[in-house]
């Protein structure tokens, strides 16, 4: 099967202070693009983007985007309370077997995002 989701896109007002934030919590180096108006910072893989546009807000009542702890998710968790994030649920088991668990927090612009891992 082909993956279900083919791009994802989280919108900041502070672009540079958004792609800091992501690289710091998930260990990452993401590219910045710029278009002008618009900017972007992609994902490895091919999954998604940092997005800045003028009319592309963040909002935590929007899509929520999951993401993989790199490590474990209480290290993830204080990354983001560090790089001015906020955790909105704390690590909780998932309870369906086999499953691990997650988190849910709000980035450093104000999107809901979750964190599964162990």
């Not at 935590?60 to 985007?65: D, I, K, Q, T």
Request: charged share 25%; hydrophobic share 35%; aromatic share 12%.
């Amino acid at each position: 099967m082909q993956k279900l989701i083919s791009w994802v896109e989280i919108p900041s007002v502070d672009f540079d202070r958004a792609v800091k934030f992501y690289n710091t919590v998930f260990k990452l180096n993401l590219p910045k693009v710029d278009f002008g108006q618009e900017k972007m910072a992609c994902f490895p893989n091919d999954e998604g983007a940092i997005s800045y546009a003028p009319n592309f807000k963040p909002s935590e009542n929007g899509v929520m985007v999951s993401f993989t702890a790199p490590d474990n998710i209480e290290a993830t968790i204080q990354r983001i309370e560090t790089n001015g994030g906020k955790v909105l649920q704390p690590k909780t088991k998932i309870e369906v077997e086999g499953r691990d668990y997650f988190a849910i927090c709000i980035d450093i612009e104000g999107n809901k995002i979750g964190i599964y891992g162990k």
